[in-house]
């Protein structure tokens, strides 16, 4: 495989850095910072387009050195669902956040009490329970707290369901210590219930659905500003809806192997890849890499819908082979008998889901803009 691994060009174009950084140990994430500029740039220029608010989501890859990047190029702030991930950013310069989750334990509530005293934050509520929580909370100390109401538009996750948003909205206008900004929701690539690859469709609907909710919030008295939706593969057909105001892409920054399978992002844009070595040739059609479950998520699963994709990445050196089996710390890669691959060479494959698998590593390797570095991923395992 020597004459195969000479630059990364040779695999996914020819602007990209060296293929390797020997000094990293396997498996590694490494980043093309080059695609990240280019891959933050789009969608900046997207939103811009459409006239609304882009407020990413830091899920992908919880550092603020990135986030920075986003704000940078017009991001109005930044989206966590975690109050550890909106500590961490807040004490690194990020000054507007919205925590796009339902917050209902009184020690979370007064970290965020505090934070409001760096930043502006934004809370989000889904009940009744949850926001009298909050009102409780926020008048012990004396203050108010902003909160958006999500939504749940066909995830059948979080969310207050249509038949109750009437009521939960006017509850939560009553509280003397709350302030209802926005309504938002988060759906992915769902159409009429169930997981679609349409995904101008299913964005499209989305953003009917939560402007109509708004529609009817204001004129039930509510002052509904923002309504905030969208993901990665939707976000952009979402905000072309006339009332939509903000999207929250997440996984735009890196792109991962869902993202060209969905076509809204080519080879070419996955900015992280995961380097591993192959550390046994057991058999003719079996190679197995020092990268298993605790280095490739297992979220997305292969052979499942919409995409039915083979496997548990793409391997660049041999895009016909199958990351077939993860254990714990071994990945099993099936190919066809006859390949040249032998013990010691690196692989770079790049993950179903490159969320759940940064969140694997303690760092990360930059390179492409400048030498070759390694940063910490600071969020990473924040999840209190």
Not at 157 to 180: E, K, N, P, Q, Y
Not at 325 to 331: Q, T
Request: net charge negative.
């Amino acid at each position: 495989m020597t004459e195969q691994m000479q630059t990364y060009g040779q695999l996914v174009g020819n602007d990209s850095p060296p293929l390797d950084i020997p000094e990293a140990e396997t498996p590694y994430v490494l980043v093309d910072e080059r695609r990240v500029d280019r891959n933050l740039d789009t969608m900046a220029e997207a939103a811009k387009r459409c006239g609304v608010s882009l407020r990413p989501h830091i899920k992908t890859h919880k550092m603020p050195y990135f986030a920075q990047k986003q704000v940078d190029r017009g991001a109005v702030g930044i989206t966590v669902a975690k109050v550890s991930e909106a500590e961490v950013m807040v004490r690194s310069g990020i000054k507007d956040v919205f925590i796009a989750y339902p917050i209902v334990v009184p020690s979370k509530i007064r970290r965020i009490i505090a934070l409001t005293e760096q930043a502006r934050v934004i809370v989000g509520v889904d009940s009744q329970e949850g926001a009298a929580i909050l009102e409780q909370v926020a008048g012990e100390a004396e203050t108010t707290l902003e909160v958006r109401l999500e939504v749940d538009t066909g995830l059948r996750r979080s969310g207050v369901r249509a038949s109750d948003l009437a009521a939960v909205a006017s509850f939560i206008g009553a509280c003397t210590h709350l302030r209802l900004t926005g309504i938002y929701t988060f759906r992915g690539a769902m159409l009429n219930g169930e997981a679609t690859d349409d995904l101008k469709a299913a964005g499209l609907e989305e953003g009917q659905i939560m402007v109509k909710h708004a529609e009817t919030l204001r004129e039930a008295g509510h002052d509904i500003r923002d309504v905030s939706v969208g993901s990665s593969p939707t976000g952009i057909y979402a905000a072309a809806v006339e009332g939509v105001t903000e999207i929250r892409p997440g996984t735009y920054i890196f792109n991962d192997r869902m993202q060209f399978h969905f076509r809204v992002a080519a080879q070419r844009d996955c900015a992280a890849l995961i380097v591993a070595t192959v550390v046994s040739c057991p058999h003719p059609d079996l190679i197995v890499i020092d990268g298993g479950s605790k280095a490739f998520a297992t979220d997305v699963q292969p052979n499942t819908a919409p995409l039915y994709m083979k496997g548990f990445g793409h391997i660049l050196e041999s895009p016909e082979a199958i990351l077939e089996r993860l254990s714990e710390e071994h990945g099993v890669i099936r190919l066809k008998e006859g390949h040249t691959f032998q013990i010691g060479d690196r692989l770079h494959i790049i993950p179903n889901h490159i969320c759940s698998s940064l969140n694997l590593y303690n760092s990360l390797w930059l390179v492409g803009t400048q030498p070759p570095r390694q940063l910490e991923i600071s969020a990473r395992g924040h999840s209190w």
